[in-house]
């Protein structure tokens, strides 16, 4: 039996360790509304390292991959997920601050940050790291703690505090630091046993001190300098204290390319520099958009039937002017020539925009014309506050070297 000295020592170190707000793992084992519902229908693979994948969702579809499967029933809707996501980041973030645990943000948790302190509308993912002597030691003291969350934001219209519970559960194979066959890259997960959303937890570690000292990787070969971790910069996240990486605007830059940081105009939202929000766009807008795309394709090609109506009637008159049998001596052959030359110039500079790139155009609605997009530098410039400063730097340094 394995388990009783590490229940046993967790049992010790737990009126020590654990504070209140903490149920610990007996209490919500045996409360059968918390047992998470295993279910059997997958056989659990095994790994070359002899690791069978630990952590589930129900998969089928984008979707439904961001639920953990014991805990998912259905999905949610835009609503409801952005309000899960915030109180379980803060949920999260109070539970490492209360315990002095040391967590940052990262990949599109950090990219939200580098906006406006918030997530990112859109995303579905919550990622965030820790060190490896972290995870191992969350593994032995907080694995299947469930935390107890209450937060004076309130809805008038349900209950005067919201009140959720959540589950941190360790993967086993936190002490295998190779990436293995990909099953379990992800160390730990913050579980809303309301519904299945999840913050995934990795950990970082130097897996080769020998080699390469000073390197930091997770187990899905995202690779940090320990002078870009450290030391780290304390902030704020979706209004609770929160870590972030020293060199956040390199990180960024490296995994997501500077266009993350200046593109306005992504997955049906739109920044407002305003307000300093993402707001998603309303089915109006929508079709404004695409009706003046529409109208701008059809100038385009009026344009072009016009310019072609007028080349046509040039040949006729040019055609009925050597008919009549006026001679055409050679200053007019040079003239015809050099007037072909410009109207095939003419010709090539408006067709111009359209071949150029659609750099930044990740837009997920579908159209037929991916019109670029309008410069975003311009309006970014203007902002004065929030985290303007940092989208201008960024704008500064277009290389991070
Ligand atoms: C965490 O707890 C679960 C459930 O008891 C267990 O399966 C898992 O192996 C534990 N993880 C660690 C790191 O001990």
Redesign the pocket.
Known sequence: MKMRPVLLTFALLSDLLVEAFFIK?PNHRSNPELLPRRRKKRPPKTTVGGWAKYFHEPGGSDLSNHYDIRYEHGILSYEEKQNTQVHMMRAYLDFFKKNNIETWLAHGTLLGWWWNGKMLPWDWDIDTQVSGPTLMFL?KHF??SIYEYSSADSDPDLRPVIERQYLF????A?IERDRGNGDNVIDARWIDIRNGLYIDVTGLSETEPLDQPGVWSCKNYHHYRTTDLYPMRETMYEGVVAKVPYAYDRILAEEYQEKALVVTDYEGHRWHPDIKEWVKKTPDEIKQERLSRQQARRKKQEEKAQRKKAKEEKDKAEQEAKEKGEAVDKEGKQAEKEEEKEDHAADQSIKEPEKEPIKVKRNAEPGPDPDPEPDPEPELMQETSGLAHLRRRGLDHAVWT
Do not use: L, T
């Open positions: 793992p593994g694995n299947g559960d360790v993967n086993p936190i």
